[in-house]
């Protein structure tokens, strides 16, 4: 089993309710962690994914309400992309039209469709066509048929001046390989995964030169969590950043669902590794995940106070 790859994504939004609905009814997600950013917890933190919140299908928002746009530039991920069964691309762009997403006409990428869109506060997303992923389990909560759901990550793609430095930092230490060039665009995929490309394992840098740099803000990927299966894969990975690329990152953080620490890669995407324990039944049920706000130890002695000030979502 492949424990390479992308672990989560997370994001800014906007007004939270909107959020909730794009994601769980427009795209079927599921809801799996309704909790609060643990360093601002005025603020929620919403976790979507597939049944049980596995690694390479968590897509997570910190929403607010007044936050301003972000405007896409060098150093940050220009688009985050979901994997869709190769045949579902029609119903995909029907269901946007209904629902009046705005999206781009499919284009091939590397040999396949590829549907781009964005979602309610700005976020640049993207279908990817594969084949064969329709065979792997959905989840169902939304009106998504089983044979068109979306099944976990295809892929992120970083918009950089340079393609190489954070290459590096990918095949040495965060378990990828690069497997082909198009245009600007250069293909890294996780080692161990196949050329189907399991959830989440494949990385594209946009190799852009200069350009403006990013501005954060409404719709921006705030930063992008790779894998690491447990503690000592954690710290090897941390062990080879200091000592092969002169990187230091912060120590480690309890996250209650994971255990990370991040870092600035050269080409200034924020970056975290994070372990695949305990996941998101630690604190709660796989059948009730996501419907109660929970908060981390720490936390609960103030839970009315922070229940007070954050927007009902239901
Ligand atoms: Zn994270």
Same mark, same amino acid.
């Given at each position: 089993?492949?424990?390479?790859?992308?672990?989560?994504?997370?994001?800014?939004? !906007?007004?939270?309710?909107?959020?909730?609905?794009?994601?769980?009814? &427009?795209? +079927?997600?599921?809801?799996?962690?309704? &909790?609060?950013?643990?360093?601002?917890?005025?603020?929620?933190? *919403?976790?979507?994914?597939?049944?049980?919140?596995?690694?390479?299908?968590?897509?997570?928002?910190?929403?607010?309400?007044?936050?301003?746009?972000?405007?896409?530039?060098?150093?940050?991920?220009? #688009?985050?992309?979901?994997?869709?069964?190769?045949?579902?691309?029609?119903?995909?762009?029907?269901?946007f039209t209904d629902k009046g997403v705005a999206y781009q006409?499919?284009?091939?990428?590397?040999?396949?469709?590829?549907?781009?869109? $964005?979602?309610?506060?700005?976020?640049?997303?993207?279908?990817?066509?594969?084949? !064969? /992923?329709?065979?792997?389990?959905?989840?169902?909560?939304?009106?998504?048929?089983? #044979?068109?759901?979306?099944r976990g990550f295809h892929s992120v793609n970083l918009l950089?001046?340079?393609?190489?430095?954070? +290459?590096? =930092?990918?095949?040495?230490?965060?378990? *990828?390989?690069?497997?082909?060039? #198009?245009?600007?665009?250069?293909?890294?995929?996780?080692?161990?995964?196949?050329?189907? +490309?399991?959830?989440?394992?494949? /990385?594209?840098?946009?190799?852009?030169?200069?350009?403006?740099?990013?501005?954060?803000?409404? !719709?921006? /990927?705030?930063?992008?969590?790779?894998?690491?299966?447990?503690?000592?894969?954690? *710290?090897?990975?941390?062990? $080879?950043?200091?000592?092969?690329?002169?990187?230091?990152?912060?120590?480690?953080?309890?996250?209650?669902?994971?255990?990370?620490?991040?870092?600035?890669?050269?080409?200034?995407?924020? *970056? #975290? =590794?994070?372990?695949? =324990?305990?996941?998101?039944?630690?604190?709660?049920?796989?059948?009730?995940?996501?419907?109660?706000? $929970?908060?981390?130890?720490?936390?609960?002695?103030?839970?009315?106070?922070?229940e007070a000030v954050l927007p009902d979502v239901a």
């Amino acid at each position: 089993m492949n424990r390479n790859g992308i672990h989560h994504v997370t994001a800014i939004a !906007g007004n939270a309710r909107r959020n909730v609905e794009f994601y769980t009814r &427009t795209l +079927g997600l599921r809801l799996v962690k309704k &909790t609060v950013n643990f360093d601002d917890p005025g603020t929620y933190h *919403f976790y979507y994914g597939d049944e049980v919140g596995s690694p390479g299908t968590i897509l997570t928002f910190f929403p607010w309400d007044h936050v301003a746009p972000g405007r896409l530039g060098i150093g940050e991920t220009q #688009e985050t992309a979901f994997r869709v069964p190769e045949a579902s691309i029609g119903y995909w762009t029907h269901r946007f039209t209904d629902k009046g997403v705005a999206y781009q006409a499919p284009v091939k990428r590397f040999g396949q469709s590829v549907l781009s869109f $964005k979602d309610p506060h700005g976020m640049r997303l993207a279908l990817v066509g594969v084949p !064969g /992923v329709e065979n792997e389990p959905a989840w169902l909560g939304a009106d998504v048929p089983a #044979e068109h759901a979306i099944r976990g990550f295809h892929s992120v793609n970083l918009l950089l001046a340079e393609a190489a430095p954070t +290459g590096a =930092i990918l095949t040495d230490v965060l378990g *990828f390989r690069e497997v082909g060039r #198009e245009g600007s665009l250069v293909r890294f995929q996780a080692e161990g995964s196949d050329a189907g +490309g399991q959830m989440g394992s494949i /990385v594209d840098i946009h190799e852009a030169g200069g350009f403006l740099p990013a501005r954060m803000g409404g !719709g921006s /990927v705030h930063h992008i969590a790779f894998r690491a299966a447990d503690d000592a894969a954690e *710290f090897e990975m941390v062990r $080879k950043l200091q000592e092969n690329h002169g990187i230091r990152t912060t120590e480690q953080k309890d996250r209650n669902y994971f255990r990370s620490v991040y870092f600035r890669e050269p080409g200034h995407v924020l *970056f #975290e =590794i994070a372990t695949d =324990i305990p996941g998101f039944a630690a604190d709660e049920p796989v059948a009730h995940l996501g419907e109660a706000l $929970k908060l981390p130890d720490f936390l609960e002695s103030r839970r009315a106070n922070i229940e007070a000030v954050l927007p009902d979502v239901a």
